[in-house]
């Protein structure tokens, strides 16, 4: 089984829908895995969005550009209204179904565990759970539980498209390091407190498509601009053709 894994990213995620629009021409995977934004443009993905589509999408987010702030309510709570947000989000969740076997990743706050959630379970309210960054957001209880980003322990969840039983991946991955200081020592110490670790099969063989160094500022993650949506667009589709022929000859392979 082949798959398509995108990684968390925030903003960033305007990278994958470049690259997408030149993996779409040369590769059809059985399964696309996503995490945070990574699990929102995969179930556009999976749902047969053209990357045409996906592109426009990311060139019209005007809902994220900003956000009004807030008291959280409880420490669970963010400093963010993210509904503008959320209603993008839906909006995407209703447009398509999946087509291809779709699953995506949440973590369980209290448990500080990631959880696989497969398509046939996903709801709108999975797709901004999984969006939820700690702190920034409000948090999502799903089934009576916390639930967070799905971004938190493990940017890329190549991990879950293995247990979901993949042999081969194109990882698209938008946020080789958390995006500043405080995100790094953040996420650095919930992973340290966490019991989970990422763990894929040595045996897994992996195309990986990714930046050289952050796409942007921290912030310039959270806050949505043409400009950037448009800069991050082109520059995964240059990485994505860069290694185009790889692609090919790896997945052309029995």
């Known amino acids: 089984m082949t798959a398509l894994v995108l990684s968390a990213g925030g903003m960033y995620g305007a990278y994958q829908a470049g690259a997408w629009k030149v ?3 040369i590769f059809q995977p059985d399964l696309i895995v996503g995490a ?7 179930w556009a993905i999976a749902g047969g969005c053209e990357p045409d589509e996906l592109i426009r999408r990311w060139l019209n987010l005007e809902e994220a550009a900003r956000y009004r702030w807030k008291v959280p309510a409880g420490i669970f709570g ?3 209204d993210s509904r503008p947000l959320q209603r993008a989000i839906r909006h995407i969740y209703d447009s398509y179904q999946p087509r291809v076997d779709f699953g995506m990743v949440v973590t369980d706050l209290v448990r500080l565990r990631p959880r ?12 901004v759970a999984t969006t939820a960054i700690v702190g920034v957001f409000d948090q999502v209880r799903l089934g009576g539980k916390l639930t967070s980003d799905g971004g938190l322990l493990s940017a890329v969840p190549l991990w879950a498209a293995a247990e979901l039983g993949a042999r081969k991946a194109v990882v698209i991955d938008v946020l080789p390091e958390p995006p500043g200081i405080v995100a790094k020592t953040f996420v650095g110490a919930m992973r340290m407190l966490s019991p989970f670790r990422a763990i894929v099969p040595p045996g897994m063989e992996v195309i990986r498509i990714a930046p050289r160094a952050l796409l942007g500022r921290p912030l310039e993650s959270l806050y949505w601009s043409h400009r950037n949506a ?4 082109q520059q995964g589709q240059a990485d994505a053709s860069a290694i185009e022929h790889s692609i090919v000859n790896c997945f052309e392979r029995k």
């Open 23 to 25: 993996l779409a021409e």
């Open 36 to 42: 945070s934004i990574g699990a929102v443009n995969g």
């Open 116 to 127: 696989i959630v497969p398509g046939a379970e996903v709801t709108w309210q999975h797709l």
């Open 230 to 233: 448009a800069k991050w667009i």
């Open 78 to 80: 963010g400093v963010l």
